[in-house]
């Protein structure tokens, strides 16, 4: 089969532009084009849309470097001129929305100027620069200056879904096969009995499209409540004189945006204020330099990235007026990329449609034929009568049914739907899946790469020690969590202005008079700390001036502040990892306050503290100043500091991280854990999650890095913590287990984590401390940061492999009794049994209601006991072609003895001995699919009745299908060609089903042969077993 399908394998993460086509044009058999290929993107479409998306980053790159340069030597009076209207006049604005909107896109400084700078259009736009917008005026700014959301496709409705599943052309020839019957029924057979056959074939068609559009509208509804949760973003904005948090939805004109670090400018606006500000306009205008955006150049466009620093913008342009707005126009058009599973199956369905369809068209030869030579016989050859063209077209209508049953048109569809359901499943357990292929790909997983902070731990950060003047002091938990420092007074003042100084945070006010700390968790602990001391935040930002910010960077693991004191000169002020900035200084704050040499024997005497800290699992920081004459035109100095305090953060490990690590490593996934902090914090967290294990290896990322190409590939199955890591390493790292064959899922929050999440097999972003940047790099958003959520995807990923090997199982089954019996007894007997009808209504049980029973069926605890599925394994495993013949001879000896010696083993006769003998081939087949669709939940286990009554999906569709089984035959013969049955004759074919039960528990006795497993794998650990056991 794999040599079958060579043409139909694309990569799980961005498939090259070849590997599509190839596939796309090797699909020759499609029923339904329209909804086979629904939820595959059109690469002509695609490549238009990119085309048309080039044009206009091509436009705005001009805009940027000629416009922005043509500008200055147009006059004003040359300009274009905005009248007020009365309508913007009577909302209480003087500026209209698109010259606001024109001065930003055209980079119109001079415009600018003369409506008095960020201050003057603040005005204009009636809103304080300092107490933000107020949300009594949220309604009548979206009405003038429109709302902040861009043009979408509207819904396809459920008419469109029905219109789809018309399109089948094997239902169009049936209709119109359908429409001739009646025609010449009616003709010879008079009304209304010459109707019922094509009546029969039209009201099974409606059922069928009924039944397939409802399907595909409710997956549709699921999709569209992932997508709406994907472009869910927050933004902080001042607004009430309060900084608070607003869906980026809900953003006007006139809002007072706070910018950080990894956050996407969720619209055009102004600099009001900020420090380093550095924007990454790749994504609008195609260039990959970053820009720097100060008071001189002062514009910021919407859907460009924060590459470094910090500011405050103001909001002039929202939505569809902004450029990055007609941008989202094409990138809606691009659709999700194909997953491999789906591809496959595509294939599956191809070869499967070629069998098929060679079956059926020796299937109608084979009748045809004998139908002529039975009419030459009986010397009737050339007597045709409107009753044989009639026969002829029962062949033909038979012939077109078992493409229909034989054409797998569910297989890859099925795919879709699992992946959805478990989509939406994983959302509600806080996991959002921003590409399909990543579900499926989690399946895979060898080995997870995970962030320490707020994913193996709570993010709930605390000071619990401080080393300060030689002395250290812990938290006193007894007496309402105040620290009881003995400082001196200018010990005090200047620990908390490192404290207060030198945060990216800041401590708000909310509406009901609360005291709020804004910002990370990290940052959030420190001033937590410098409140309890007794400091007040404000005050100390009212006396110094801040000069220049660098902010925390992961590379540089630091945080740098220059700032000019009430009593002159200038002081700047450092935060950050501990060895690194207790490097930087060369003095420390005595008992009174004052610098004092820092020498070798307080250098070791120091470290020891921190190692002591870390020891105990706290993350742990040094605040440093130092004194300056004058401002340094460059950087923030990196060297003379003066050490004031080491602070010790404690961030409590998750609950149920442990055991899902454990999880992890029975399921033959390897954790490997990659930190910024200490390694001895580092160690003492991996070894309470169980991470770090006997033989594991903890080393730091300068040292991995610095090893030759030969020793880090040898090297790298052994590391199970990675501690003071750079994103680099992280990326690094991923790179060579991918280069061993781990197909590797990491997880990153920071904006430089992007390389890595881009490069992994599965990127996972976090959604509370994930930046913007990296979770548009990701394929999951872990929105509760948790690591035990992470496995959950793991889980999932797997079910969903799992289940759509036991629905291909189920429904090669069907296809191969189908085809076989329905050409045999043409051969044989000149009829099939199972007429159209029957064939369409034994094809929605296999395709639409089959998906949907085992397609989505719950991941169970067996699925996290077995190793990884491997990427070269055959998706069609020996096991599963064990069951399928083994299931197919059963069903074909039993429908085979009904067929030909039915009516003497059951003793019918009389003159509906016939009509009574094909209902009851009909109905024992259609109960051995019921029964074997229930065999199919398990592929080797015994146990097929676990966990069957959880799945109300799975009970529900086994409910419905038996229902209508019953009233197929006992009510609606007329129209099914059944005639309804004795209570005995029901029993039989019930039991008949049932017993194929019993054959599934002899078929997974019977052993297959698998690949003999390596003793120990790549890492050293012990293989899992497999077999039965296995789910």
Known sequence: MSNLL?????????????????????????????????????????????????????????????????????????????????????????????????????????????????????????????????????????????????????????????????????????????????????????????????????????????????????????????????????????????????????????????????????????????????????????????????????????????????????????????????????????????????????????????????????????????????KAREGDLMKWSSEDALTLLDYFAIAVTIIVVAVPEGLPLAVTLSLAFAMKKLMSDRALVRHLAACETMGSATCICTDKTGTLTTNHMVVNKVWVCENIQARQEASGNVFELELSEQVQCVLLQAIFQNTGSEVVTDKEGNTQILGSPTERAILEFGLLLGGDFHSQRREHKILKIEPFNSDKKKMSVLTAPPEGGVRAFCKGASEIVLRMCEKVVDSSGEPIPLSEEQVRKISGVIEGFASEALRTLCLAYKDLDEAPSGDIPEGGYTLVAIVGIKDPVRPGVREAVQTCQAAGITVRMVTGDNISTAKAIAKECGILTEGGLAMEGSEFRNLPPHEMRAIVPKIQVMARSLPLDKHTLVNNLRKIGEVVAVTGDGTNDAPALHEADIGLAMGIAGTEVAKENADVIIMDDNFTTIVNVARWGRAVYINIQKFVQFQLTVNVVALIINFVSACITGSAPLTAVQLLWVNMIMDTLGALALATEPPNDGLMKRPPIARTASFITKAMWRNIIGQGIYQMIILGVLNFSGKKLLKLDGPDSTAVLNTVIFNSFVFCQVFNEVNSREIEKINVFKGMFKSWVFTGVMAATVTFQVIIVELLGTFASTVPLSWELWLLCVLLGAFSMVVAVFLKLIPVDSNRRPSRSHDGYEPLPSGPPSA
């Open 6 to 374: 060579k043409d139909f394998d694309v990569d799980h993460k961005n498939p090259s532009l070849e590997a599509r086509r190839r596939w796309r044009s090797s699909v020759s058999i499609v029923k339904n084009r329209a909804r086979r290929f629904r939820n595959i993107p059109d690469l002509d479409k695609r490549a238009e849309f990119e085309k048309k998306r080039s044009q206009i980053q091509e436009k705005i790159r001009v805009a940027f470097y000629v416009q922005k340069a043509a500008l200055q030597f147009i006059d004003a009076g040359a300009r274009p001129e905005y009248k007020l209207t009365d309508e913007v006049k009577q909302a209480g604005f003087g500026i209209e929305p698109d010259e606001l909107a024109s001065i930003v896109r055209n980079h119109d400084t001079k415009s600018l100027t003369s409506n008095g700078g960020v201050e003057g259009i603040a005005e204009r736009v009636s809103v304080s620069l300092t107490e933000g917008v107020r949300s009594s005026d949220l309604s009548s700014r979206q009405k003038i200056y429109g709302e902040n959301r861009f043009a979408e496709k509207p819904a396809r409705s459920f008419l469109m879904f029905v219109w789809e599943a018309l399109q089948d052309i094997t239902l169009i020839i049936l209709m119109v096969c359908a429409a001739v019957s009646i025609g010449v029924g009616v003709a010879t057979e008079g009304f209304p009995k010459g109707m019922y056959d094509g009546m029969g074939i039209f009201l099974s068609i409606i059922l069928v499209v009924m039944v397939t559009a409802i399907s595909d509208y409710k997956q549709s509804l699921q999709f569209r409540d992932l997508d709406r949760e994907k472009k869910k973003i927050i933004i902080q904005v001042t607004r009430d004189g309060h900084r608070q948090e607003v869906s980026i939805d809900d953003l006007v004109v006139g809002d007072v945006v706070h910018l950080s670090i990894g956050d996407r400018v969720p619209a055009d606006g102004i600099f009001i204020s900020g420090y380093n500000l550095e924007i990454d306009e790749s994504s609008l205008s195609g260039e990959s330099e970053p820009s720097h955006v100060n008071k001189v150049k002062p514009f910021l466009l919407s859907g460009t990235k924060v590459q470094n620093g910090s500011a405050k913008m103001l909001v002039t342009t929202v939505g569809m007026r902004t450029e990055w707005g007609k941008l989202m126009e094409t990138l809606s058009e691009g659709g999700e990329d194909e997953t491999p599973l789906q591809v496959k199956l595509n294939g599956v369905a191809t070869i499967i449609g070629k069998i098929g369809l060679s079956f059926a068209v020796l299937t109608f030869v084979v009748l045809c034929v004998r139908f002529v030579v039975q």
